[in-house]
């Protein structure tokens, strides 16, 4: 085989590739995970400071989730939480138990849990507006107090959220500095920045967040590998603190104690 041969076939190869990427992105990028009626039930039942949501957005889009009031007095420090591409919101209500004067909010994105509609950048970056806006004007929250956690693609909106509302702290897990840089690290030989639509281009927005900022990596990760959340760090514009889980990958980071320690002594310091 002649070497324009070679080059024309490859060009070919990656050509339908890409165009494969392109029309399939959104099922690459979003996994949504449901939750039915009898476990949402469940969890109400099981845990009585929790109570379920339901935010109807501009665009009537319902949006379903949970309020976990973790305070004992009429006002409440307020934790806002943005899960994982395949994260299905509700097992948080248990964990975050733990962080007693923290309120939470716990919203499953759209077209995930029981929410409607289909999840893509843009429409969960608007919708995590409304849902700080809606509970911001809520008498028994302490506007002063406000944290934002995100994890892996939650780590795009809750830079997002941070950059556009106030809030006091930020606590980001296994983020990224871009998707596109994660795809080009998978896809080197590929245009992904060209036929991405969700950028989730954080590493934008870190140099204008004058916050404290939480990161937690995994050693192990290899769908994030941490050098994607090292250069996030790099750009962030306020003080940066790092915990890092040895031994330790992407899904597995939240198992050890020390995960929770860590993210429990940031909210204290806030």
Partial sequence: MSLLRIIAVVSSVLAAVTILLYFLQEKLIFYPQHISRETANHITSAFKNVREITIRTQDGTRLHGWFLKNSSGKISKLLFYFGGNAEEVSYMVYELQRYKDWSAVLVN???????????????????????????????????????????????????????????????????????????????????????????????????????????????????????????????????????????????????????????GRFLDGL
């Fill in 109 to 263: 994105y759209r077209g995930y849990g029981m929410s409607e509609g289909a999840p893509a950048e843009k429409k969960l970056c608007s919708d995590t507006l409304e849902i700080y806006d809606y509970f911001l004007k809520k008498p028994d929250i302490d506007n002063p107090k406000i944290a934002v956690m995100g994890r892996s693609l939650g780590s795009g909106v809750a830079v997002y959220l941070a950059r556009n509302r106030k809030a006091d702290g930020v606590i980001l897990v296994s983020p990224f500095d871009s998707l596109a840089s994660v795809g080009k690290g998978i896809f080197p030989f590929l245009p992904i920045r060209l036929i991405l639509r969700h950028k989730f281009d954080s590493a934008v927005l870190a140099p204008k967040i004058n916050l404290p900022l939480l990161v937690v990596t995994a050693s192990d990760d290899k769908v994030v590998p941490p050098s994607h959340s090292k250069k996030l760090s790099e750009k962030w514009g306020g003080k940066v603190n790092a915990i890092e889980i040895k031994g330790e990958d992407h899904n597995s980071v939240s198992l050890r104690a020390e995960y929770w320690d860590g993210i």
